[in-house]
């Protein structure tokens, strides 16, 4: 069976990562079994391209061409630098005459829609997509430099989606029909097929992006498509860790996790891959491997459906800081019927995601993140209960897929944040998680004492 290997911004930032991309590319070959299929690679643009791709399209907006143009030729530049230093000879002529045709179609289309001082969504995905093509293009040919037998594969002929540009969305079944035509060929000659994450086009062929990020994504849609045996996401960092290292010196690395585990502690948080984005995989059973692309040895983060019991029965400890607490009481009409889908409801007129819920006989207190819309929220319940807000909290989230077989963990908790006041205590139907809320001052304390006493 074949793997995918997702190569991120940092794992493909210039010429010695790539060189660092290929030997772990020829690693994973020469640990391939007996008639076994080379692998998928997925890459995602060179660090910062992205950015500096969308900056150029943005000064549209003002006019700006010539700023816009030279923008783009530093970017091209830079591939073209980069090119040097993984190609030679007559490979590196043909890839420098591919990356420069690449980015000249792309400040041709942005010069012609300058006049027009208008960004569309369509336009930015086109710009942005020169990243991810660029950067694959290179990839395949430093591979192909380093030995290894590889061809390059417009991931906008695999990956179909729908117009929803700028965030959208594929069509699995169209997908995996193009993917099965354009990559199993490849991979069944022999060769590493070299793609773009993040890009895809719709079905009448008009270039879309997945959304910021999107690579990942890519890769377990590939993977998922073509059954492989592993995704592995290969990045800067050992993988899922079980705190953030800004809060708590010295976390560790988590060997293996849940996806559902991995969904909270991503929802709180923690950045290192977004759940969602490898949900086709998880639902085909792949397994999904993060990996550290400097420290080739360390065994990473393994992501799966069902993961071994882990010893501690916590997985990981996570935080979101900054959050606002909303209490809202109301004596007479807690217990009505009704009461609190009017209060929800005004959340949700104003497009408010709630976080924490805790409800007592006379309240209901809720955390929210997003406080554009915090003014109107208030106004609104203050229609029918007494509010109050309170900004400055933190939720702490403690993860774990077994912590309710462990009836101790709850207290072991407790008193770990023995005297750190807290404002709400929760443990959710899934009793995947224990969450308090706590003013945000003491976040650094109350994370440091949990990760004691479960690390
Ligand atoms: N290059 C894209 C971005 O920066 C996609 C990715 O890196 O996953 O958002
Ligand atoms: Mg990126």
């Known amino acids: 069976m074949s793997v995918v290997m997702k190569f991120g911004g940092t794992s493909v930032a210039d010429a010695d990562a790539i060189g660092r991309l290929a030997a772990i590319v020829r690693r994973q070959i020469a640990r391939q079994e007996a008639g076994g299929k080379p692998p998928i690679v997925v890459v995602s643009a060179l660090s910062k391209v992205t950015d500096g791709l969308l900056e150029a399209a943005r000064l549209i907006e003002t006019g700006d061409r010539d700023l816009a143009t030279s923008r783009l030729n530093d970017l091209v530049e830079r591939h073209v630098a980069v090119a040097t230093g993984v190609t030679s000879a007559a490979r590196l002529a043909a890839l420098t005459r591919d990356l420069r045709a690449e980015f000249a179609a792309t400040s041709d289309m942005v010069r012609a829609l300058a006049a027009l001082h208008e960004v569309s969504p369509r336009l930015l995905d086109v710009v942005a997509a020169t990243g991810e093509l660029a950067s694959s293009r290179l990839v395949a040919a430093a591979l192909a430099e380093s030995g290894v037998p590889a061809a390059w594969i417009d991931a906008r002929q695999v990956v179909v989606t729908d117009g929803e540009y700028t965030a959208a969305v594929p069509d699995m079944a169209a997908t995996c029909t193009r993917a099965r035509r354009t990559i199993t060929p490849v991979i069944g000659r022999g060769e590493v097929a070299v793609l773009g994450g993040f890009i895809g086009a719709t079905a009448e062929g008009v270039t879309t992006t997945l959304g910021r990020g999107g690579s990942d994504y890519s890769a377990a849609i590939v993977g998922a ?18 705190a953030d290292p800004r809060v708590v010196p010295e976390p560790r690395v988590v060997p293996q996790l849940s996806f559902a585990e991995a969904s909270e502690l991503a929802y709180f948080g923690a950045k290192v891959l977004h759940p969602s984005t490898i949900l086709p995989a998880v639902a085909k059973n792949i397994p999904v491997r993060i990996l550290n692309s400097r420290r080739l040895d360390n065994p990473g983060t393994l992501i799966t459906a069902n993961p071994q019991p882990a010893d501690g029965h916590l997985t990981a400890i996570a935080c979101k800081r900054d959050v606002t607490v ?54 609104n319940l203050r229609g029918f209960a007494e509010v109050s807000c309170e900004r400055e909290m933190a939720i702490i989230c403690t993860v774990g897929e077994d912590i309710h077989e462990d009836p101790k963990a709850f207290g072991r908790a407790l008193a770990a944040l023995d005297s750190i006041p807290l404002r709400m205590v929760s443990q959710a139907a899934s009793r995947r998680n224990i969450t308090f809320v706590l003013r945000d001052a003491d976040v650094p304390e109350a994370m440091m004492r949990l990760h004691k006493a479960f690390f």
Do not use: P
Request: aromatic residues 6%.
């Open 326 to 379: 909303i209490d809202i009481t109301s004596s007479r009409m807690l217990m009505a019927h009704g009461f609190l889908r009017r209060l929800f409801e005004v959340f949700e007129r104003f497009k408010t995601a709630v976080d924490v819920v805790t409800t007592s006989e006379v309240s209901v207190s809720v955390t929210v993140d997003d406080t554009r819309r915090l003014d109107a929220i208030v106004d």
């Open 225 to 242: 498509c073509l059954d492989v045996g592993e995704i592995q996401i290969w990045t800067d960092v050992d993988g899922m860790l079980t």
